[in-house]
């Protein structure tokens, strides 16, 4: 049983921050071998970003970093300088996919752009995914997720009113561009092995978030009706939300509830020990036309209520609900410890860390987190010495020099 899907895919991964190094992690954890190029000079701000291991801030202390950049080897070329520059060239024989996702700019003025490119390889494959894609007018705009969220709509419809908007947690587009633009890449290696040729892809992550909106877009566009903030109010449930339970110790505890029909409805209020209800209540469109009236009755049955043991009674029952969790939980969790979600691998400065699982379970080939994240340069001398067959007095002045850096 072959284990990897992706054994013999080799991968030049420019790219920093979210959306290109996640992509390059699906294909590493899959089997490719990824050479992470970065520097010292300049670098990925989510190597100098929290959680930090024992809360001590580094430049190799970040599982942040760490999470989306396992199974990869790591080097360090300071790209301002030419030296750098034609050493990144050297590598590009040996790969089959090259991924960045600085502003268009940046891989041009360094002539290392796909035209570039493939004068060298010309089978080559390349992945570009910046804010907002290689063209228009505002293609030099750089920018994080963040900043897409809000741009492609997000942060206008999240949250309770729009007088306080409340954005979805982190940088939004950065968890889901990643799913677009390892899937185009699987198409274009397969494109590759069915043709030979190798091709260009421009993924805007404006473009790749708008795809999630695409409930409301049409809406808008059927009915002329702009989707606002609606907290956690569904057009199919109700009742559809959280609900404050009783705490345990210091934390506060929450569950979620959805009921989809009437007969859901009936068997929550059994469950909840109140048969009786307001008659406003008694059909979907009521309880609907009732929200607030409808969660404030909710929340004063379950007050009180021990979450986890409520959760049980109503999934029994056939009602939709779960306890809402939080780090701890997770870490707990008796079918994430099922799935054998949990990694813990060793890191060269952070020691034995946990990483989180894969999301896709292939049967044939079900891939795996083979190493811990690259600290800054690790694998220098490895890619250096041994793939470009640099002497270690060579090495050693491009260190001097700032080149290897």
């Not at 606002?228 to 057009?235: L, Q, V």
Request: hydrophobic share 40%; charged share 20%.
């Amino acid at each position: 049983m072959a284990h990897f899907a992706l054994e013999g895919i080799h991968i030049l991964d420019f790219a920093w921050v979210g959306v290109g190094p996640i992509t390059g992690k699906y294909f590493a954890d899959n089997g490719a071998d990824v050479i992470r190029i970065e520097s010292s000079t300049r670098p990925d701000v989510l190597r100098i970003g929290p959680p930090w291991k024992d809360a001590i801030p580094g430049i190799n202390q970040s599982q942040f970093f760490a999470s989306f950049n396992t199974s990869k080897k790591g080097i360090t070329l300071d790209l301002s300088k030419p030296k750098a520059r034609e050493l990144a060239r050297r590598l590009v024989p040996w790969a089959d996919i090259v991924i960045e996702s600085f502003t268009p700019k940046a891989m041009r003025n360094w002539e290392l752009d796909y035209e570039h490119l493939r004068q060298i390889k010309p089978d080559l494959i390349m992945l570009s995914t910046c804010m907002q894609g290689q063209t228009g007018p505002n293609a030099l705009y750089p920018g994080f997720g963040q900043l897409m969220a809000a741009l492609s709509g997000f942060y206008y419809i999240s949250g309770y009113s729009e007088a306080e908007p409340t954005p979805p947690y982190g940088a939004y587009s950065d968890f889901i561009a990643p799913r677009f633009s390892a899937s185009v890449l699987l198409a274009a290696v397969d494109y590759r092995r069915r043709t030979g040729k190798g091709q260009y892809i421009d993924m805007s992550q404006y473009e790749a978030a708008l795809h999630n909106l695409a409930p409301a877009i049409a809406d808008y566009f059927a009915s002329g009706r702009v989707l606002g903030p609606r907290g956690n109010a569904s057009e199919r449930y109700a009742p559809h939300g959280s609900y404050r339970c009783a705490n345990d110790g210091e934390h506060e505890r929450w569950i979620a509830i959805a009921v989809a029909s009437d007969g859901q409805w009936r068997a929550m209020l059994q469950v909840l020990g109140s048969p009786a209800a307001d008659s406003r209540f008694d059909t979907v469109r009521g309880r609907m036309e009732n929200r607030a009236a409808l969660d404030e009755f909710i929340g004063t049955l379950v007050h009180g209520l021990n979450s986890q043991e409520l959760t049980k009674k109503l999934q029994a029952a056939g009602v939709a609900a779960y306890p809402v969790e939080n780090c701890m939980d997770l870490h707990s969790d008796e079918n994430l410890d099922a799935f054998g979600f949990w990694h813990w691998l060793e890191h060269k400065v952070m020691g034995l860390v946990v990483y989180e699982g894969l999301q896709h379970r292939l049967s044939r080939t079900p891939g795996d987190l083979r190493t811990a994240a690259p600290i800054l340069g690790q694998h220098n001398d490895e890619v250096f010495s041994q793939m470009l067959g640099l002497s270690a007095a060579e090495i050693e002045q491009l260190v001097k020099e700032g080149v290897i850096v």
